[in-house]
């Protein structure tokens, strides 16, 4: 099985995962934001089995989600304070994974079928959204598991000229 490592910045934490993301998540909303220092974060996820802190032991820091209102538990260096991972309230079992924390973050493919970007309605106006990669205003569904409406686009927009898409037209 394929396995990729990863760690802090610092070299005190390391970790390993097996196999390929379940899914990939491009999220803009202003946590994602603030967490980064960018203007989105790329956030690979697994199950937990399928991941493995191998050196070191990151600390956890507690956020309630502003979109969802379940606890984000963040994992970092304690040393460094580089966010590695997260688990989450919301989808118990998974683990995602910052994507510019992997040696080689280049791997992780961004595929239509399992990938999306979310909170695009928080997302710069210069945020690039990529084509055949569902998007959604904020999370793919709500609490309760309704599904919300995904967009598709065909080519590459800025979310000034394509978000939100009824008002792409103008």
Known sequence: MERHEGGCLCGAIRYETAGAPIRVTICHCRYCQRA???GF???ANFTQAAHRVTKGAPRVHDHRSEGSGKILHVHFCPD???KLHMTFERAPGYVGIYAGTFDAPGWIALDPVTSKQIFLDSARPDAVILPAIRAFAAH???NDGTPCVAHVFDAPVTVAQGW???QAMR
């Open 140 to 142: 793919e569904m709500t």
């Open 80 to 82: 460094c304070g580089t």
């Open 36 to 38: 980064t220092g960018a």
């Open 164 to 166: 939100p898409p009824e």
């Open 41 to 43: 974060m790329i956030n």
